[in-house]
C-alpha cells in the first residue's frame, strides 16, 4: 500500500468493504466445490458465501447478526464447517500465497519460514485451554508460520500453557506437506535451546536461526532477519 496505490485498493464503492471485487472472485472460484451430479440444483451463490464469511471475519460480528442481504447465517455456518472440515479454506490459502508471491517475482515455494505466537484469553468451554504462565494468559495460543513476505503459511492452535519450543514442531509437521521446499525457520528467543533442534533434526533436514531481542530493548521492536 502507497499513495500512489491508494485509489487501487479502495473499496468505497462496495456494498460492504470486505465484499469481494470480480477479478478478486475470478482467483477463488475455480477452488470453490462443483456442483453436484445428483441431487437438486445448488441456489446459493457461493460468492456471497465466501463474502459473508469475510465480513463476519472483518467485524467480529456472531453468526445471528450476519446482515439480511447474505445468505442466511445458517447456510453460511453450514458451507464454513464444511470446508473447515476438508481443508478448503487451507487450500485456497495455500494457492493464494503461491500467487502473490509470483506476483512479487519470488519462487511459489518459500525456502524460509518466521515462526511466532500469541496467547489469547478464551472461554472455559470449548477447545483446549491452559494457563500461559509468561503471558500470565489463559486460554489458547495461535502458533504461524509466515513467509518472509508476511504471508501466512500454516497456523496451528493449542492450548496457552504448551510453550514455544514445544509447539514449533506441531507447525513444522503441518509445513512438510504443503511447502516442502521450507526447510529453514527463523524465531525468536523463546525458540531456543536443544530440545526442540534435536526434534526439529528428527522430523527431517530442519535449519533452525535464533534471533535474539536486545536487553537494552523496550516495547515492541522489529528484529533483524
Known amino acids: 500500500w502507497t499513495e500512489i496505490t491508494r485509489r487501487q485498493y479502495r473499496r468505497d464503492d462496495l456494498a460492504y468493504a470486505s465484499d469481494l471485487r470480480d477479478r478478486e472472485w475470478a482467483l477463488l472460484a475455480p477452488l470453490m466445490?462443483?456442483?453436484?451430479?445428483?441431487g437438486r440444483p445448488r441456489r446459493t451463490e457461493l460468492r456471497r458465501v465466501v463474502e459473508a464469511v469475510l465480513y463476519i471475519?472483518?467485524?467480529?460480528?456472531?453468526?445471528?447478526?450476519?446482515?439480511?442481504?447474505?445468505?442466511?447465517?445458517?447456510?453460511?455456518?453450514?458451507?464454513?464447517?464444511?470446508?473447515l472440515r476438508e481443508g478448503r479454506w487451507e487450500a485456497i490459502n495455500h494457492v493464494l500465497v503461491m500467487l502473490s508471491r509470483e506476483q512479487e517475482g519470488r519462487e511459489a515455494?518459500?525456502?524460509?519460514?518466521?515462526?511466532?505466537?500469541?496467547?489469547?484469553k478464551t472461554a472455559e468451554n470449548g477447545g483446549p485451554r491452559?494457563?500461559?504462565?509468561?503471558?500470565?494468559?489463559?486460554?489458547?495460543?495461535?502458533?504461524?508460520?509466515?513467509?518472509?513476505?508476511?504471508?501466512?503459511?500454516?497456523?496451528?492452535?493449542h492450548?496457552?500453557?504448551?510453550?514455544?519450543?514445544?509447539?514449533?514442531?506441531?507447525?513444522?509437521?503441518?509445513?512438510?506437506?504443503?511447502?516442502?521446499?521450507?526447510?529453514?525457520?527463523?524465531?525468536?528467543?523463546?525458540?531456543?535451546?536443544?530440545?526442540l533442534q534435536k526434534v526439529l533434526a528428527r522430523m527431517g533436514d530442519w535449519v533452525l536461526d535464533i534471533?535474539?531481542?536486545?536487553?537494552?530493548?523496550?516495547?515492541f521492536v522489529l528484529l533483524p532477519k
Not at 466445490?33 to 445428483?38: A, D, L, T
Not at 453468526?63 to 470446508?83: C, E, I, M, S
Not at 534471533?211 to 516495547?219: C, E, F, I, N, T
Open 33 to 38: 466445490p462443483p456442483q453436484k451430479r445428483y
Open 159 to 195: 492450548a496457552a500453557n504448551i510453550q514455544d519450543r514445544d509447539g514449533a514442531p506441531l507447525v513444522a509437521e503441518k509445513i512438510r506437506p504443503l511447502f516442502p521446499w521450507l526447510r529453514r525457520l527463523i524465531a525468536d528467543g523463546g525458540y531456543a535451546g536443544e530440545k
Open 130 to 157: 491452559g494457563y500461559d504462565a509468561g503471558k500470565k494468559i489463559k486460554g489458547r495460543k495461535r502458533h504461524i508460520a509466515t513467509d518472509t513476505l508476511g504471508h501466512l503459511i500454516v497456523s496451528v492452535v
Open 109 to 120: 515455494t518459500p525456502s524460509v519460514g518466521i515462526l511466532d505466537s500469541q496467547s489469547v
Open 211 to 219: 534471533v535474539k531481542r536486545s536487553d537494552r530493548a523496550q516495547g
Open 57 to 83: 471475519v472483518s467485524t467480529g460480528c456472531q453468526w445471528r447478526a450476519l446482515p439480511h442481504d447474505f445468505p442466511p447465517y445458517t447456510t453460511v455456518q453450514g458451507y464454513f464447517y464444511a470446508w
